[in-house]
């Protein structure tokens, strides 16, 4: 029987040059590879010309368009999407029965148009970004938040990794019920699975991020500098690059932290693996997450989480699988360090993986997305 046929049209893809670039949309799609045939189109911006590529990445046709802005504006950046998805769609729209937008901006802009144009294809959006949180740093009354609320107002299907990232679109939209259906983000279970610690001691600590100011790297750094005093032989690993990886390393040298620090730069998906074993406890102390999907990864190994009290994190961090960290300062960080030492014993380290594993393994979130993708 053939497949449905379903065009994902994304910001984010992995790529040879980049392959962590948005891996959790790659891990979506190739868990629908066993339920559809499914194609990216990867809109990109560049600085060089305007090019058009297809390959096959990881088994999956790959089309990618990059634009080249003659002004640096995400004005200019929707009308430009808008055109090269109108002109793709033109061409090829007749071989697809779904079009799922992977994140609604910018390239989202025309997607009221293309819905009338093309009332034979189902179209939906599934949201991740957090910039919703934020309103896109925007003002209030401003046509650029207008035009972005303005997408989520044709009566299409949405999707969005977790409750708090649905009411971030309500606030954002200013659409109290807004309708949305939860689909978290899926984790590859044959990678991310039950792995026993080679020490049982609950003070080895990781922390794996691109490390932007919204990941708040510092109030964990400080925290722990205080836990060494009590504990001395607790170790803290901190994965991934970004741009504060010298302001951190700044505040190890200057905490004189470089015997229990251990900086790993970029990591790939099979490191991260090994990184979270070879930890007890995973930290994430971000200012805010939609989802976390290392939080999630970091669970499926068997270590328990301390996470920020926000967004995402709370629908899955519960008390049997972790420490929520309800305020942002470092008193509250190396109290939650210091319970998770003393109560360390009291996880149930291949329960939580268990849970985990079936709850968000790519099967069972790729056969929800399908059932939701093809209604």
Sequence with gaps: ???????????????????????????????????????????????NKKSTKTEIYEGIKVIRISLKPFLNRWRIKEILAKKAIGQFLKKNAAQFEAINFYGAYPNGIGIGKFKQTYPQISFSITEVWSAYHYNFNLPENSKGKQRIASIFSHEIPL?????????????????????????????????????????????????INHWSRVKNPEVLIEAFADLLIEFPDSKLILGGSGELIPTMTNLVNQLNLTEAVQFLGNLTRQEVARTLAQANVYCQSSHYETFSIICVEALAVGRPVIATKIGGMVDFIHETKGILVPEQTKEGWLNALKKMIHTYDQFDLEKISSEICDRYNSKTISTLYFNELVH
């Design 1 to 47: 029987m053939k497949k449905h046929q379903i065009l994902h049209i994304v910001s984010w893809f992995p790529s040879e040059e980049n392959p962590t670039s948005g891996s959790f949309v790659l891990d979506h799609v190739k868990g629908l590879q066993d339920h559809c045939e499914n194609t990216v189109l990867h809109i990109q911006f560049s600085e």
């Design 159 to 207: 999707f969005v990794v977790s409750s708090a990232l649905g009411q971030d679109l309500r606030n954002f939209t200013k659409q109290p019920n807004l309708s949305y259906t939860i689909l978290p983000n899926s984790i590859d279970a044959d990678l991310f699975n039950f792995i026993l610690p080679e020490k049982k001691s609950g003070r080895t600590f990781a922390s």
